[in-house]
């Protein structure tokens, strides 16, 4: 995830910025920059690559000016260049640095260039510089222009602009991407996080989503969405943040459950070639070479295994066996026609999955790692790497990891079946396009979180729960079961729909909560009919839906709704209300959200 920092009021401040970026590369990024304001100029330096490429060419010329602003980038729109590479500069006298993903960009892109704009760069974040320049135009002051640029984005951000106009300030907003204010002695600050900070103020005023924020020398004056000046406290962070802070957020895992549409837009990002398509970052013959897949994985990781299961057989007509990893490893399998093996961890580390790469390579089958750490074993002992970009997941519960791994196994997917000529190029790219559209749909989905804290509260309640779900939703279902159980100690079960009437149905009595998972799929009216059935068994139905599903359900007791999306992508948005549950429920329960008891982030034995 990009990552942003700023500074004013600090004497010469490109050193401290640029050190600020490094705290920040735990993140991830593919080029940085850093813009000044100096004898009323912008000055700017970007560089592909490490960090250090910036430093060099900082070395040769040293940026000089008391206000700046400086970014890590990790590409989505655009190629990885310095073009492309933030900060972006528009008329010579707005800068801008920005994180997250502006929807609406080719429109806004559209109008300004009609109206004599010079765009730079093929990001999406360009549009930000421009818009300031016409606002200032306008002869709006910076908190008008603020509200009039915040009126016609849409999507997700954390921004930060510097302009000639006004060299004594710098004007950030959020917007589902993390910020936070450091206050200084003299100066003020800004930064992604605490951490990116920590060498210059341990005082820091983390923005709520909707604010922005006018960022003098002096403080800070903060707005809600509608313009009323707001008080947000500042807190005091540890002399030493660890290695990610909270960002403001009450847990890891609540921070982690938002960054997932940054994580799944830069996992796409991936996955994307450079002109554009779809990518196994392998090339078409070896994916034609692919017989059969074994897929080896644990615990949340083991269950999109299962829900990518359906896509590849359906998508590209190959088979795929899933595995739970600490079993494979100790069975002789029987592995025609399986010639591939795909071991998949957010860490890379755990063992049993680790263990059972190792075996598959013994028995004969080429190895992919998909890991959330680059640097891991299994990264390092694969064939081939695919990688998600979720960032670190600090939260014991797997989350963005989660939607991150769905995100590059579909990609996978489509890429495998156009290799094999199971799908024309123009099916690719509609589903790349509904992909494309899913940052924005989850980020849309993040705003269940009141709708469902009632939920939560009733749940709490319970001593056991049923996840029921069909189709590509039945992994889903045991995933959200995992889920509620490891954070909030409630006995949980996934079973398919279908199953039920073969012996689980006899668990439901009355008011035993069931979390029905429903999609407008192929069988969403088969899923519906053994719902109901629950229902008339006294099961209380907590309905997690789509919008156009749930309005042909009239026997829930609970409805959540996400956006309409392609049935492919179905069990990525509706994982969004099945982890808000269970956090909301840990929370209601006051268990230790981030360390359940009796678990490790990385399970290094067997
Ligand atoms: O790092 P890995 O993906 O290999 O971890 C696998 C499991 O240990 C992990 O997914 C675990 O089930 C999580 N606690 C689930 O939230």
Not at 70 to 77: D, I, S
Not at 362 to 383: F, H, K, M, W, Y
Not at 512 to 527: E, G, I, R, T
Not at 561 to 572: K, Q, Y
Request: glycine letters at 8%.
């Amino acid at each position: 995830m990009c990552g942003i920092v700023g500074a004013v009021g600090h004497k010469q401040c490109s050193d401290v910025l640029l050190d600020a970026l490094k705290r920040l590369e735990y993140r991830g990024y593919d080029s940085s920059g850093i813009v000044t304001i100096h004898d009323s100029a912008i000055a700017l330096k970007r560089a592909v690559g490490k960090l250090v490429n910036l430093d060099l060419a900082l070395k040769e010329t040293p940026l000089l000016g008391d206000i700046g602003i400086g970014h890590t980038r990790w590409a989505t729109h655009g190629g990885v260049s310095n073009e492309n590479a933030h900060p972006h500069v528009a008329s010579g006298r707005v800068a801008i640095v920005h994180n997250g993903i502006i929807e609406n960009h080719r429109t806004i892109r559209a109008r300004l260039e009609a109206a004599g704009h010079q765009f730079s760069s093929d990001t999406d974040s360009e549009v930000l510089a421009h818009l300031f320049v016409e606002a200032f135009d306008a002869g709006l002051d910076p908190a008008m222009a603020t509200r009039q640029v915040l009126d016609e984005i849409d999507g997700a951000y954390a921004f930060a602009v510097m302009a000639i106009d006004h060299p004594d300030l710098l004007i950030v907003a959020r917007n589902a991407s993390p910020l936070a204010l450091g206050i200084g002695d003299d100066a003020c600050y800004i930064g992604s996080d605490a951490i990116a900070l920590s060498h210059l103020t341990r005082k820091v005023v983390y923005l709520k989503d909707h604010d922005y924020a006018l960022v003098r020398a002096d403080g800070v004056s903060v707005y809600q969405a509608d313009g009323t000046p707001v008080n947000r406290e500042a807190v005091i962070v540890a002399a030493s943040p660890g290695l990610v802070d909270k960002g403001g957020y009450r847990h890891y895992m609540e921070k982690e459950i938002h960054e997932q549409p940054d994580a799944i837009a830069h996992s796409l990002a991936a996955m994307t070639n450079e002109y554009g398509r779809l990518t196994a970052q392998m090339s078409d013959e070896a994916l034609r070479s692919i017989d059969g897949i074994v897929m080896v994985a644990a615990g949340t990781s083991h269950y999109a295994t299962q829900i990518a299961r359906y896509w590849i057989e359906s998508l590209a007509r190959v088979p795929v066996a899933c595995e739970v990893a600490s079993e494979f490893h100790y069975r002789q399998p029987a592995t025609a026609p399986y010639n591939t093996a795909i071991a998949i961890s957010q860490s890379g580390e755990s063992l049993d999955t680790l263990m059972a790469m190792r075996h598959a390579a013994v028995c004969g089958l080429q190895t992919i790692g998909l890991v959330n750490v680059p640097s891991s074993t299994i990264a390092r002992e694969a064939d081939f790497v695919l990688p998600t970009r979720a960032g670190p997941e600090i939260g014991v519960a797997s989350t963005k990891a989660f939607t991150a791994q769905l995100t590059v196994l579909l990609c996978f997917a489509v890429a495998l079946a156009r290799a094999k000529g199971q799908i024309d190029e123009a099916r690719a790219e509609a589903i790349h396009a509904e992909i494309q559209a899913l940052p924005s749909l989850v980020g849309k989905a993040l705003g269940l979180f009141d709708a469902i804290r009632p939920v939560a509260h009733q749940l709490s309640q319970a001593k056991s729960a049923l996840y029921l779900g069909r189709g590509a939703l039945y992994p889903l279902a045991m995933e959200g079961a995992l889920k509620l159980k490891e954070l909030s100690y409630i006995h949980a079960e996934g079973f398919a729909s279908g199953e039920m009437k073969h012996g689980p149905i006899a668990l439901i009595e009355e008011d035993l909560p069931v979390v029905a998972l429903l999609a407008a799929d192929a069988v969403m009216a088969k899923a519906s009919s053994n719902l109901r059935e629950a229902s008339a068994r006294g099961g209380k139905i907590i309905l997690l839906s789509e919008a156009r599903a749930a309005a042909e359900v009239d026997y829930a007791s609970a409805v959540i709704t996400v956006p309409d999306v392609d049935p492919l992508l179905a069990p990525i948005l509706i994982a969004i209300p099945a982890q808000i549950l269970a956090y909301l429920t840990a929370v209601e329960k006051g268990t230790d959200v981030d360390q359940p008891r009796n678990l490790a982030k990385s399970v290094t034995v067997e």
